[in-house]
């Protein structure tokens, strides 16, 4: 599993290249980065706008089986990367910035797990921008999936009648960023084709209209 290799090489590097586990008896951050990936598979639930999955997780488990040497922080921090780079290859929809937490408990029994997965919305850093091509606005994209619409409920607000309620969707996955119309009335285009329900991709540079609003898409990383 690619995932689970990329977080041992991580977890390798915080432990100076030690490849043991930094956790005493059998458990292993393996198991817990695989647990949280199946606990987002099974906590998906649809949106409008797509798949989405809990951003904020918090990870109990017994007090003995944690190694006193263990740098906690930066667990959480290698953790919460797996819950992004796996929402961000599979396009699924994230609330807000992602946590993960581990807590002690003695009444979890040795060598189990119990992860517990919630949302908790928040500000995210822009992954890309839309360049309105008349220069009166630049438009900011946070979340994956983010929806675009003349609605309130829109995390991408337009308020221009050329704009349907909910226009469009655009978001990542796998590694590539998708557009996709959502039965708008005035329609949604990529440099001048009309999309039909179906995602299209779009790169650095690309056209986007939404009815007659040009915008230019650009990634932000």
């Known amino acids: 599993m690619n995932l689970a290799r990329g977080l041992e090489r991580r977890l390798e590097m915080l432990a100076d290249g030690a490849s043991a586990s930094v956790f005493r008896g059998k458990m292993h951050p393996i198991d817990i980065a695989s647990r949280l990936v199946r606990q987002l598979e099974f906590l998906a639930r649809d949106t409008p706008a797509g798949p989405e999955v809990p951003n904020h997780f918090v990870v109990r488990l017994n007090s003995a089986d944690v190694d006193e040497a263990l740098d906690q922080s930066s667990l959480e921090l290698e953790l919460s990367n797996v819950v992004m780079e796996t929402a961000a290859e599979r396009g699924w929809r994230l ?6 937490q581990i807590v002690t408990a003695e009444d979890v029994p040795r060598g189990i797990l119990e992860v517990d997965g919630g949302t908790v919305p928040g500000p995210t850093d822009p992954w890309c921008q839309l360049f309105a091509d008349d220069g009166s606005a630049v438009l ?3 979340l994956n999936r983010s929806l675009v619409g003349r609605a309130l409920d ?4 337009i308020a221009n009648h050329e704009v349907s ?3 469009m969707v655009i978001y990542r996955e796998n590694g590539v960023t ?3 119309d959502l039965g708008s009335a005035n329609g949604t285009f990529v440099n001048g084709v009309r999309l039909s329900s179906d995602p299209v991709n779009v790169t650095a540079g690309d056209s986007l209209m939404l009815g007659n609003l040009a915008f230019t898409y650009k ?3």
């Open 178 to 180: 998708l557009i996709r």
């Open 165 to 167: 309620r909910h226009h």
């Open 219 to 221: 990634p932000v990383f």
């Open 95 to 100: 609330l807000g910035p992602v946590t993960v």
């Open 154 to 157: 829109s995390d991408i607000r």
């Open 140 to 142: 900011d994209i946070g």
